[in-house]
């Protein structure tokens, strides 16, 4: 079950929840004694009664089914673009405007390491669509924002980037995945004191 299942089925359980603890609330406070009720009655301003016909428990039921039914409810449209979007932020991609929905995919416009990009996002799984690929200019962006120097010899094959990079006076070859920005292999190719 992938993440986005598992916030729609807990979204669902705890509105039904919500639900439920209210109608049974309610349901307690019907089953009071008429003193006890006056009680309460003096505390809080009249209002009047809903007539329920089922009990606390299968109204949880029917919510439940209603919100796990309903995967277009605004609620759950809400999570799913809060989550996409911290997955989007976790990729580097910042300033994201103008989220919008067309068809199948969010659009948007942000910034990704330094340049701007237009983004289409799939709306139900999150993965985006496009840009698919990081460039060499915005690994390089990338790279000096985490403190690396003389970044160099940039070269891209399929889904990975090799880069020459230096820190703490030691020359690197590192891999980078072209798609998320994550060094997936750091080698040192040179260390002692290095100076270009």
């Known amino acids: 079950m992938d993440l986005h299942q598992r916030v729609v089925r807990t979204t669902a359980f705890l509105?039904?929840?919500?639900?439920?603890?209210?109608?049974?609330?309610?349901e307690g406070f019907a089953s009071m004694?008429?003193?006890?009720?006056?009680l309460l009655r003096e505390a809080r301003p009249a209002s009047p009664r809903p007539e329920i016909g089922h009990s606390g428990r299968s109204i949880v039921r029917a919510a439940t089914a209603v919100s796990a039914k309903d995967s277009d409810s605004e609620l759950e449209a809400q999570i799913r673009q809060t989550t996409y979007r911290s997955l989007l932020r976790e990729k580097g991609i910042r300033?994201?405007?103008?989220?919008?929905?067309?068809?199948?995919?969010?659009?948007?416009?942000?910034?990704?390491?330094g340049e701007p990009v237009e983004l289409y996002v799939d709306v139900h799984t999150g993965d985006l669509k496009q840009p698919q690929?990081?460039?060499?200019?915005?690994?390089?962006?990338?790279l000096r924002r985490q403190g690396w120097a003389r970044?160099?010899?940039?070269?891209?094959?399929?889904?990975?980037?090799?880069?020459?990079?230096?820190?703490?006076?030691?020359?690197?070859?590192?891999?980078i995945d072209a798609r998320s920005g994550h060094i997936q292999d750091q080698e040192i190719v040179l260390s002692q004191p290095f100076r270009a």
Request: proline share 3%; net charge positive.
């Open 151 to 175: 970044v160099q010899e940039i070269k891209r094959s399929g889904d990975t980037f090799s880069v020459r990079a230096q820190r703490e006076d030691k020359l690197y070859e590192l891999k």
């Open 95 to 113: 300033a994201i405007r103008n989220w919008r929905r067309e068809g199948d995919v969010y659009r948007a416009t942000a910034e990704w390491h």
């Open 15 to 26: 509105g039904g929840c919500l639900i439920g603890v209210a109608v049974l609330a309610y």
């Open 133 to 142: 690929r990081l460039k060499s200019s915005q690994v390089e962006t990338m």
């Open 33 to 38: 004694s008429p003193p006890e009720t006056a």
